[in-house]
């Protein structure tokens, strides 16, 4: 059986970037700067300790990503794998391609002793929290901040 969820490659770097930006402008109405996400996303494949990417490719098409990155917890004593930046091609929403994507975190997270998954999500995608939680995660009882440091 075909899989379509595999590693991204340094040559899927537009791809993501463009996903990225669509992402943003989608759920957060954001405009981001193309050369500045680019960058971005290609640093990861130059430096494998900030993460790392899965694709969906359909066809030779790549339609979907997510993003990986790693924290450490001194309260559990273990590794822990944020999915970021995940994104599917509209016209390939709703064939499972997340969910696939997510499967492989799972098993690859197992492989990897990383003993929890996470992510963040915006307050108002409802549709991503359903699907979130219909794979089995569950809510956080946490608020995220942050600041710029400047």
């Known amino acids: 059986m ?3 969820i595999r590693f991204a490659t340094a040559e899927d770097a537009e791809s993501i970037a463009d996903f990225q930006i669509a992402m943003a402008l989608e759920t957060e109405n954001k405009t981001l700067c193309p050369d500045e996400v680019l960058t971005a996303v290609k640093s990861v494949f130059a430096d494998t300790q900030k993460g790392f990417y899965l694709v969906a490719d359909v066809d030779s098409e790549v339609v979907g990503s997510l993003m990986i ?3 450490w917890s001194d309260w559990r004593n273990c590794n822990m794998w944020y999915i970021q930046s995940v994104f599917v091609k509209p016209a390939n929403r709703g064939k499972g391609l997340f969910s696939q994507m997510f499967h492989k975190v ?3 997270a197992k492989k990897e002793n990383a003993m929890y ?3 963040y ?3 108002e995608n409802e549709k991503a929290q359903a699907a979130y939680e219909n794979l089995g995660m ?4 946490y608020f995220m901040y942050d600041m710029k440091v400047e």
């Open 106 to 108: 799972v098993e690859l």
């Open 121 to 123: 999500v915006e307050t």
């Open 138 to 141: 569950k809510r956080m009882p």
């Open 117 to 119: 998954v996470r992510l």
């Open 2 to 4: 075909y899989d379509p």
């Open 69 to 71: 990155t790693y924290e």
